[in-house]
């Protein structure tokens, strides 16, 4: 044992050579005649033996890593039955091997682990830590909801109560503060705290359906209210919950965390996650979170916990304080099919919420998103025709004979039909060239109505700009009216393909140019002619 601290010692502080390593565990293990032993007796030695050997250090100062990683070989080969000179097969992964007995394996201690247990004792010693650790919630039953400083973003809530003579003598722990559902009971807490903290008591989950008890310790923060590096959490189900919690804390505390990059394994899920604060740049790192995966949960470890800048005074300037929560989500959902408009759904949502800093912006990219996730597996024409079948419009469209591709695509809106049927005399084509995704020319037909105003009747998509393209087109047209009903006067520019196809299509009705292509045809073409004679 003594031999091992000096050993400690001096690797730490540089007095000893580190070549002692030879007197202590290294000692003790080559000593022991591997070959005699069992597995089982292995495992006990090492349990007993090798892993109590260092406690003694470990309860009075940080070891280095190096060391950790020393001393684990070590046990790592005398449990395998490994030397120098002998490598034996390790059978099981190691991490495995060191986790508790209660997930089914041998419950080896994990020297860091240890190292930094004893240190959270001989701090917890500590006046001014006691006085800043909070407590781990379980299942609710022991930890008083008004006295106990269980919440971190809050502090004590009764230093909070709007009427404290209610609940000056009055311990009640958690779990009876919820209602029949398991939620918590907002009908007496919205009479006894302000609407800010009881929107800090909804971001903290409801201890509903948790077996575990509770407990002390967990967040440890200074006079100031920030986060002291080598905190700990209980293990979260899942890295979204982890990632929630982390947001939800440091925004209550004037700051925004973001994800600052992610390690994956070979199976490409995800296992190592590491957060900044959003102010951090490459080579700054003012807040850094890291969290691991292990015994099928995910825990939180703090790296840096110092800022170089003040928390924000106004968090509207941060794009996750304008973000949705998940029932502002759901109402934008039901708004949304019922045609609100995004201007409107967000003076709901500041109605409901007075503390709401989302912009337009942020209810136009959740709509966008809702109208990504309701078409993924769709291409966008399959999304357009079903659109067009939701909404009862009147449809026409054909396929290439041999690809099965849509070529040509007519429809008319069941208003605009409506119209059309009433005001059939006038007809006005048009066609705008390429200015969509597809390069697909566009048709736009319009109609007027008794007091010279003109509506749109019906567009469409074709492959091409032919005679037999506009006579496909202009024949769905024809399917929507009676005979007696066909247009008498057609307007459209002096394109030959489209001109044809009317008088196809059409013989009967009057063809007319339309005049302000012909202006400006002249301008286009006669405008170096007329300057010449007026000079």
């Not at 781990?136 to 919440?151: C, K, L, R, S």
């Not at 705290?193 to 971001?203: E, K, T």
């Not at 024409?381 to 079948?389: A, P, S």
């Not at 039909?417 to 006038?426: E, G, T």
Request: aromatic share 10%; with cysteine; proline share 3%.
């Amino acid at each position: 044992m003594v031999r091992l601290v000096v050993f400690l010692h001096g690797c730490i502080y540089g007095s000893v050579n580190y070549e002692v390593k030879s007197f202590g565990v290294v000692w003790l293990a080559n000593g022991l005649e591997t070959k005699n032993l069992s597995l089982a007796g292995r495992l006990t030695l090492a349990k007993v033996v090798l892993n109590a050997i260092r406690i003694h250090a470990m309860q009075f100062m940080v070891i280095p890593k190096g060391i950790f990683l020393d001393v684990e070989k070590i046990i790592h080969n005398f449990f395998w039955g490994s030397s120098n000179e002998i490598q034996r097969i390790n059978l099981v992964k190691w991490d495995i091997l060191r986790r508790p007995i209660e997930q089914c394996s041998l419950g080896l201690k994990r020297t860091e682990q240890q190292n930094a247990t004893f240190l959270m004792k001989l701090g917890f010693n500590l006046e001014e830590v006691r006085k800043c650790l909070v407590c781990n919630i379980g299942n609710g039953a022991t930890v008083d909801f008004w006295h106990d400083p269980w919440m971190v973003e809050a502090g004590i809530l009764f230093d909070h109560c709007v009427s404290p003579e209610k609940v000056f003598n009055c311990h009640r722990p958690i779990m009876s503060m919820l209602n029949a559902d398991g939620d918590w009971n907002w009908e007496e807490l919205i009479g006894l705290l302000p609407y800010s903290i009881c929107n800090i008591v909804a971001s903290r989950r409801s201890p509903q359906g948790v077996t575990g008890a509770d407990t002390n310790g967990g967040v440890i923060r200074d006079h100031e209210g920030s986060w002291v590096a080598g905190f700990a959490k209980n293990v979260f189900e899942s890295r979204e919950e982890l990632m929630q919690w982390v947001q939800n804390t440091v925004f209550f505390l004037g700051y925004i965390t973001v994800m600052r990059r992610s390690k994956a394994k070979e199976n490409g899920v995800v296992s190592y996650v590491t957060l900044i604060c959003d102010r951090g740049g490459e080579y700054k790192f003012k807040e850094s979170s890291s969290y691991l995966k292990q015994y099928d949960g995910w825990t939180l470890r703090v790296i840096c916990d110092q800022h170089n800048h003040p928390p924000a005074q106004h968090i509207e300037g941060h794009a996750y304080a304008r973000r949705l929560k998940e029932n502002e989500k759901n109402l934008l959902v039901d708004l949304t099919s019922k045609n609100v408009t995004p201007r409107d759904i967000l003076s709901t949502l500041k109605k409901q919420d007075e503390n709401n800093i989302s912009t337009l912006k942020a209810i136009y990219n959740a709509r966008q998103k809702l109208r990504s996730s309701q078409n993924i597996g769709k291409t966008p024409i399959q999304v357009l025709l079903l659109l067009l079948n939701d909404k009862q419009f009147f449809t026409e469209f054909s396929v290439n004979n041999i690809s099965n591709e849509l070529e040509n695509l007519f429809f008319i809106h069941p208003r605009s039909m409506d119209i059309w049927r009433a005001f059939s005399h006038v007809l006005i084509v048009d066609t705008t060239y390429k200015t969509n995704k597809y390069d697909l020319p566009f048709v736009h037909i319009v109609g007027m109505t008794s007091t010279n105003k003109t509506f749109s009747i019906a567009f469409a998509f074709i492959i091409n700009e032919k005679k037999e393209n506009y006579n496909w087109a202009l024949t769905c047209l024809k399917l929507t009216l009676e005979e007696c009903m066909y247009p008498h006067v057609i307007v459209t520019d002096r394109e030959l393909a489209l001109m044809n196809a009317c008088q196809q299509v059409f013989p009967d009705a009057t063809r007319l140019l339309c005049r302000w292509d012909i202006t400006e045809n002249i301008k286009k073409h006669c405008r170096q002619s007329i300057k010449s004679q007026h000079e």
